[in-house]
DNA sequence: CGTACTTTACTAACTAGTTAGTTTAACTAA
DNA sequence: TTAGTTAAACTAACTAGTTAGTAAAGTACG
């Protein structure tokens, strides 16, 4: 077909093959989890048949743990940009909440694995999550660690329990986008329009700004330089799970 | 068998197999979802032969509709105790939020359905949701935000979006039960040792006592009072999803 | 010629839902 | 009191459809 045509040696066009594989993988997994996804869907949104699926991963578990890997690494070196930037403590602590945020517009088809795996794990069930702990989170996590008591040593930020207040920011980050397409029907405002966007990255950042800073008036100086340098990532609406409205309408 | 021994009449007789195969329902559903759940499994729980689900509930989904609405009445009534106490507004508002976090704790079979069902929500296939809004949240929102602004106008609450406060009170509690069974693999400490939900609990009512009160000195001690005569329900860990541990060991 | 695929045709396992029949309790007529 | 009748509650066994995964034979192409 026409998807072929710009790779010319045998390998280019099979790592090219490969992850066009994954990322039909990654929306399809995604969206319905390892048990709702249908392989035979991933192969036609691939554009490539269903045995071609076993030729490179050796099952739906094997293809499943392959696009939860390759995602999780991207997650893992943009966060991990975010708090080795270098800037002060605080001013790290406040670009990886904002960051936290857009990277859960940007990416989540994550998102979506990570819902799905939470209560896969729950059950006992989850293989990936073991990985995503050593090779991800708990590495971010110790990062986060130092960065917030470098800054409490610093006199930067005020002694305040870090795992407390990371637990609110994500929280609400997260919980922002579970609960978006109930708030649609909620609410009179859309949630994924650029002011409710806007209004949301603000909140969090001068929150923030406030919450956990020794001199306030420096924190809300760093929320506004922050904010300023960090502009809200372009959403392409069309690939959120969420936009069905103007798919039928 | 020994089930049928203690009711008489064929009514009551019945009426109990129905509530039976509902709570079985309850849990199957909440663990795996509408598309994942097992009618033969939630027939072996509730004790009958699978056909009888059938005959009370006309389809899977009938019985699913059937426990969720079951469930969601109960939340409800809940919720609404607590926004309706006759206090002031200001401890009305940090009621509910520590109630909100008890809830989830005692009811947590109702937060694997809202999760399943908000993943069901975003590929626009819940029927379930729009009963919900309509009359669960839609009702409860209202009188939380009346409550909220009752509190502003009569100078106990300072002029803030309830909306953005609320929801970083709401995803702090359900991101804290969504992602605790990472957290037990991220940590050492276990997030349902009774520690770390008194800490959770203290920090998130003194928190909003800080945060939304004019008079932090009347926050804080409404927050107090508010923690001093809410004792933590007794967690019935063995029915908690999360607590494989000792199901194995 | 070998690598990267496609095509077709399977199977083994599983699952929602059905059917046809049995048991149980309560009521009725002799 | 009891034998007969009925309706509701319940079951065992099956059907029909779906899905992951396989096998084998073939094609396109550098």
Known sequence: MSTSQSAHSPAERSAETRARILDAALSEFSAYGLA??????????????????????????????????????KIRDRSMAALLKGVSPGERILRTALDHFD?????????GLMQQEM??????????????????????????????EEGI?????????????????????????????????????DPFDDGALALRRKSLVEFLGQAIFQDRQHGAELACRVLADTPMPAVERDRLPFWRKHERA
């Open 119 to 148: 209560i896969r794990l729950s059950k006992g069930e989850s293989k990936a999550i073991s990985i995503l702990v050593d090779r991800v989170f708990g590495p971010l996590q110790k990062i986060y660690q130092a960065t917030f």
């Open 103 to 111: 990277r859960i517009l940007a990416q989540h088809e994550f998102q």
């Open 36 to 73: 709702g996804a249908r392989t035979d869907r991933i192969a036609a949104a691939a554009g490539v048949n269903k045995a071609l699926l076993y030729y490179y991963f050796s099952s739906k578990e094997g293809l499943y743990l392959a696009a939860f890997e390759l995602s999780a690494g």
């Open 153 to 189: 040593s610093s006199g930067e930020l005020i002694s305040v329990d870090w795992k407390q207040s990371q637990l609110a920011v994500i929280g609400a980050n997260v919980f922002y986008f579970i609960s978006a397409p109930m708030m649609r029907q909620l609410d009179v405002a």
